[in-house]
């Protein structure tokens, strides 16, 4: 799933970067995140332990490659 989100996001960032988006940025990585916590969620479904979910944080998903659209902006220089 990362590998298939991973060409959307570079896609958006490279394309919005240029402007005042790091709020948005920022609210997509977190949405990103809820979605894959959720996707895990209804794969496990009756089969999730307890404490389980906690560990599918945004490190955990960063560390399997997620790409972060937070820290990317670029500002136009002065002209």
Same mark, same amino acid.
């Given at each position: ?8 996001l ?7 970067r ?23 969620? &209804? &794969? ?36």
């Amino acid at each position: 799933m990362i590998a298939d989100l991973n060409p959307i996001l570079r896609g958006w960032g490279n394309y919005f970067r240029t402007g005042n988006a790091a709020d948005k940025f920022q609210q997509i990585d977190s949405y990103v995140v809820w979605r894959l916590n959720r996707l895990m969620e &209804k &794969k496990r479904g009756r089969n999730l332990r307890a404490g389980q979910a906690q560990q599918w944080d945004e490190a955990r998903f960063n560390g399997h490659g997620l790409y972060r659209l937070r820290g990317t902006v670029r500002y136009p220089g002065a002209a």
